[in-house]
């Protein structure tokens, strides 16, 4: 059974740094991804990166681009996000999950998720 666990969550000024980090275990197929998704109050829940385990095949939101990062530690099951240049628009509640329609435009797709780790920006 896929389970996903996030930590790292904080408050930050704008500019800053922070690194989120997800225990996912149960992951033993090569169709399955790790993704992470963001939601801010009242706005619909956004896709902002996935990653395969199996290769690290990576995708990203247009807004995050350039400033976040994806990565993994096979050893540790653990996938992190490091959010780099973070503006008060990256403020929301932030969640893992995996599944196995990785489609960052889809949530639906991702059928395991995490109970979130908030991150606030501050301009």
């Known amino acids: 059974q896929v389970q996903v666990a996030e930590s790292g969550g904080g408050s930050v000024q704008a500019g800053g740094s922070l690194r989120l980090s997800c225990a996912a275990s149960?992951?033993?197929?090569?169709?399955?991804?790790v993704g992470w998704f963001r939601q801010a109050p009242g706005k619909a829940r956004e896709g902002v990166a996935r990653l395969f385990p199996v290769n690290g095949n990576t995708l990203y939101a247009d807004s995050v681009k350039g400033r976040f990062t994806i990565s993994q530690d096979h050893e540790k099951s653990t996938v992190y996000l490091q959010m780099n240049s973070l503006k008060p628009e990256d403020t929301a509640m932030y969640y893992c999950t995996a599944g196995k329609i990785c489609d960052l435009g889809r949530s639906g797709g991702f059928g395991t998720w995490g109970q979130g780790t908030q991150v606030t920006v501050s301009s």
């Open positions: 149960g992951i033993t197929d090569r169709w399955h991804c």
